[in-house]
């Protein structure tokens, strides 16, 4: 099974940015689509960006023109570059399939604070 570890976060103040890495180990992941989600407390995990196969890149209305997700395949890995950062992006974000093959891993806290 795939095992998906993320990393990246921290706290950042608003306008600030941050690069989250999702490394995937015990299987290639190169042939799925991959995606970001975000969990806020209470309530359900939501996709913020997806990468497919061949590279097509799709993103939620919230958070287009400032994010960008891209992916390595030779190192297993999923990047989520996040710019000009806003409060309301604070959320524990987390990696998986589009839709989700394999058990979700710890997720990185994204806090953005003054």
């Known amino acids: 099974q795939v095992q998906l570890v993320e990393s990246g976060g921290g706290l950042v103040q608003p306008g600030g940015s941050l690069r989250l890495s999702c490394v995937a180990s015990g299987s290639s992941i190169s042939i799925y689509t991959m995606g970001w989600y975000l969990q806020t407390p209470g309530k359900q995990r939501e996709l913020v960006a997806r990468?497919?196969?061949?590279?097509?890149?799709n993103y939620a209305d919230s958070v287009k023109g400032r994010f960008t997700i891209s992916r390595d395949r030779a190192k297993n890995t999923v990047y989520l570059q996040m710019n000009s950062l806003k409060r309301e992006d604070t959320a524990v974000y987390y990696c998986?399939?589009?839709?989700?093959?394999?058990?979700w891993g710890q997720g990185t806290q994204v806090t953005v604070s003054s």
């Open positions: 990468i497919t196969f061949g590279g097509s890149t």
């Open positions: 998986n399939g589009y839709p989700p093959f394999t058990s």
